[in-house]
């Protein structure tokens, strides 16, 4: 069919084949054949692909799809299904990561209902995925974890929060709507050796607040703030912080640990 702006509209049926043929053709399938070939074939020849990362990125395809659904937790049951076949380390870095990277739910949604669902079941296995991290031995440094008191999905920082800790790293984590106020209090029992956070874009306000917080009550820390994209940015560095986007952000993190 076609909207009103005479936009092409397309069921989840054929979006789904258009994302497998998709993941075919990069797999050394004509587009010519495909064209013609039916979905419930197009399934087949996914399955007979041996490839891990093919099956990954098969699963990022379904839970994509699964999340326009109507059917409330078939999402979760096929993140259970996936676990069944994949450790969760795997799951989390191969499957949810890439899944939230498309969808952008690592920082920021648009409130839909089907976004709910798939938030609250992603948000389970990060946290199970953090509480299967072998325990910290090294405490000497701290990254202390927070978002602001502005609307934002926490997913970011849960993510964060597992890539930290399985690295060794010793993290204090926040989680959102954290204040000024509550960070000073932090800062002056305990005060990190790093300070990681994303921001909405243009959100200069806070940013001076917390360095003006930092300089006081943890000078020795370096605030590090991520950037709502995966895009290169240019990155600003200075001696008490740094701006670059999520993946560096977290990289860097870990370059201060080795």
């Given amino acids: 069919g076609r909207s009103s702006g005479n936009s092409r509209l397309y069921t989840i049926d054929e979006v789904k084949k258009i994302l497998n043929i998709a993941l075919l053709k990069k797999n050394g399938h004509k587009m010519s054949v495909l064209a013609q070939t039916s979905a419930e074939s197009i399934e087949d020849k996914i ?68 976004e709910h669902l798939v938030v609250t079941a992603i948000r389970k296995k990060l946290i199970f995925a953090i509480e299967s991290c072998d325990s910290i031995t090294n405490r000497v440094k701290t990254v202390l974890l927070f978002l ?16 930290l800790k399985k690295k060794g790293i010793h993290v204090l984590f926040l989680g959102s709507d954290v204040t000024i106020s509550n960070l000073k209090s932090i800062f002056q029992v305990q005060p990190p050796s790093y300070v990681f956070t994303y921001l909405l874009p243009n959100h200069h306000l806070l940013r001076e607040q917390l360095l003006a917080c930092l300089n006081i009550y943890a000078p020795d820390a370096k605030l590090i703030i991520a950037e709502y994209c995966f895009n290169p940015v240019s990155p600003i ?14 990289d860097l993190l870990h370059t201060y640990f080795k």
């Fill in 47 to 114: 399955e007979q692909l041996s490839n891990d990362y093919i099956k990954w990125q098969k699963a990022v395809i379904d839970l994509t799809i699964n999340m326009y659904t109507p059917e409330p937790g078939s999402f979760e049951s096929i993140l259970d299904g996936l676990l069944i076949n994949w450790p969760i380390d795997t799951l989390i870095e191969k499957i949810i990561f890439p899944f939230l990277n498309i969808t952008r739910l690592l920082w920021t949604g648009k409130k839909l209902n089907e």
């Fill in 148 to 163: 602001p008191d502005n609307k934002q999905l926490d997913l970011g920082l849960l993510y964060a929060n597992y890539f």
């Fill in 237 to 250: 560095l200075k001696d008490n912080h740094v701006q670059l986007n999520y993946i560096e952000a977290l």
